[in-house]
């Protein structure tokens, strides 16, 4: 599950955490069906991690989070066949179906 502390609600309630090299460059590609699910990226340490949507056939929401699990940046409705690279830095990326995210806001903090 994953929980805005802030605000208090529920953003999921499933997500599955990617730390294998694997996970990480496959992520969303080739699926047909959107997931139901939170793909959960973890990274060992704070960077800049640019997103693609290549092979992703359906938009999804991203959101960054620092070390802390902060909200550091948000890309809501990212298209497939685009890229994103953030600002900031994070720790963990978080990709959800789209609309999800109305009431997360930047400065957040988030569970799971």
Do not use: W
């Amino acid at each position: 599950m994953i929980f805005n502390k802030t605000r208090h609600f529920t953003i999921i309630k499933e997500e599955k955490v990617c730390r294998s090299i694997f996970c990480k460059a496959f992520g969303l590609m080739f699926r047909t069906k959107k997931p139901k699910d939170a793909l959960v990226f973890a990274f060992d340490t704070e960077r800049i991690v640019a997103l693609h949507m290549l092979f992703v056939f359906f938009p999804i929401d991203a959101l960054f989070l620092d070390k802390g699990k902060r909200v550091v940046d948000i890309k809501k409705d990212f298209q497939p066949f685009s890229y994103y690279s953030p600002k900031t830095k994070a720790m963990f990326v978080i990709e959800l179906p789209v609309g999800m995210l109305q009431k997360t806001r930047i400065g957040d903090n988030l569970g799971f």
